[in-house]
């Protein structure tokens, strides 16, 4: 995994309203802080980048000791994917000249990019210029699907999604169809969480 490179959300949970959007599973409110991530810097989403949540300061520590890199991006999180196979909405994010540096650096070296949500994904294959990451900010309405393919990540850590929502056509961009059958099939059986605080699976 050595020069691996996770691009990870640099958003947080906007501190406006103090209530972010919760699921009805969670018993109740949690304090603001429960719903950022290690990452978070700047307020603004409407719900936890709920991806990331499982990383803690000494993980990200023992892996950068192994030699993985992260490049943050910034991507405001609107309302979760719509559940009837809408089109996600326009989303505000940022990708800077560092982050894309270290993007361009490490695919010239071979290494994999690993996206951190498919928020992650979607803010970085939306400043994609003639093959290369470049830096870039604004808002975005980018659908990636089958189809349209991933043009910079070769994998992605991501929680699991419901079966109509948008987000399983980037979940198919990246991994083969039967391998994500599989691992829902896994999920489902082994009582797996979805959502915010639900549990995470790694696709390439």
């Known amino acids: 995994m050595d020069g691996h490179v996770r691009c990870s959300f640099r958003a947080k949970v906007s501190a406006g309203s103090r209530r972010p959007i919760r699921y009805s599973y969670v018993p109740r409110q949690w304090p603001l802080p429960f719903y950022q991530t290690v990452f978070a810097e700047h307020p603004g989403s409407a719900e936890m980048p709920s991806a990331a949540r499982p990383f803690t300061d000494r993980i990200v520590t023992r892996l950068v000791s192994a030699g993985i890199q992260f490049a943050p991006i910034l991507l405001h999180?609107?309302?979760?994917?719509?559940?009837?196979?809408?089109?996600?909405?326009?989303?505000?994010?940022?990708?800077?000249?560092?982050?894309?540096?270290?993007?361009?650096?490490?695919?010239?070296?071979?290494?994999?990019?690993?996206?951190?949500?498919?928020?992650?994904?979607?803010?970085?294959?939306?400043?994609?210029?003639?093959?290369?990451?470049?830096?870039?900010?604004?808002w975005t309405d980018l659908v990636i699907t089958p189809e349209r393919g991933v043009r910079v990540v070769d994998g992605l850590l991501t929680g699991f999604h419901e079966p109509m929502a948008s987000h399983l056509d980037m979940l198919a961009a990246i991994a083969d169809e039967r391998l994500l059958m599989a691992c829902y099939a896994e999920a489902v059986q082994a009582g797996y969480l979805w959502h915010e605080f639900g549990d995470v699976n790694l696709l390439f």
């Open 77 to 138: 999180t609107g309302v979760a994917s719509p559940e009837a196979h809408e089109r996600p909405y326009p989303e505000r994010f940022s990708v800077s000249a560092t982050t894309a540096r270290l993007v361009n650096q490490a695919r010239e070296a071979g290494n994999r990019i690993i996206g951190i949500g498919t928020t992650a994904v979607r803010a970085l294959e939306s400043a994609v210029e003639d093959g290369r990451v470049v830096p870039a900010q604004g």
